[in-house]
T-cell receptor, first 113, second 117 residues
């Protein structure tokens, strides 16, 4: 009964070659988030959507973009991956009403070669 | 700004030992507090939460009490198992710190726990 599903679990891409990571949810939550987690570090919020309203964190590089075509799906696009973008990318959702918890997917581990 | 500070790891314990992982926070407003657990190669799973002062969150033998006077949310377990080996993240969300009422989580750096037989 997976609720937040990320595909693929592992992604290898070439330096500079655009890559897209996907996330889907069955919870019908309003808010979807993308976090970047580098080895042995805390997850860092890149951006989030409230419905179709996109909110970028101030320090998220322009190289990272996102799309949310409908409630269930959200995509993370990395336009020109560098070696420093190798990380675990975590998608999460929340209802967005009050202080509710976030539900995370299993993550996509991105390797840049 | 809002922040979370956790004790550095790794924490290494024998099975059935008592566990404490310290967490303190700085926040404006009235945050909710969370503990998330991350097993190797996996995403984060919510372990427990507390939404107001003096609340105690508990799950799977773990517990943590929201202490506003000391701005702390320490994680405890009376008897750890090998299967508890993971990285534990303390986090807060503050509705006032995020735009439009979104739940923006701010994480601590994580504490790795290793339990050996």
């Amino acid at each position: 009964d997976a609720m937040v599903i990320q595909n693929p679990r592992y992604q290898v891409t070439q330096f500079g070659k655009p890559v897209t990571l996907s996330c889907s949810q069955t919870l019908n939550h309003n808010v979807m988030y993308w976090y970047q987690q580098k080895s042995s570090q805390a997850p860092k919020l890149l951006f989030h959507y409230y419905d179709k309203d996109f909110n970028n964190e101030a320090d998220t590089p322009d190289n990272f973009q996102s799309r949310r075509p409908n409630t269930s799906f959200c995509f993370l696009d990395i336009r020109s991956p560098g070696l420093g973008d190798a990380a675990m990318y975590l998608c999460a959702t929340s209802r967005g009403l009050g202080n509710t918890e976030a539900f995370f997917g299993q993550g996509t581990r991105l390797t840049v070669v | 700004g809002n922040s979370v500070t956790q004790m550095e790891g790794p924490v290494t314990l024998s099975e059935e030992a008592f566990l404490t992982i310290n967490c303190t926070y700085t926040a404006t407003g009235y945050p909710s507090l969370f503990w998330y657990v991350q097993y190797p190669g996996e995403g984060l799973q919510l372990l427990l939460k507390a939404t107001k002062a003096d609340d105690k969150g508990s799950n799977k033998g773990f517990e943590a009490t929201y202490r506003k006077e000391t701005t702390s949310f320490h994680l405890e377990k009376g008897s750890v198992q090998v299967s508890d080996s993971a990285v534990y993240f303390c986090a807060l969300s503050d509705i006032k710190a995020s735009s439009g009422g979104y739940n923006k989580l701010i994480f601590g750096a994580g504490t790795r726990l290793a339990v050996h037989p």
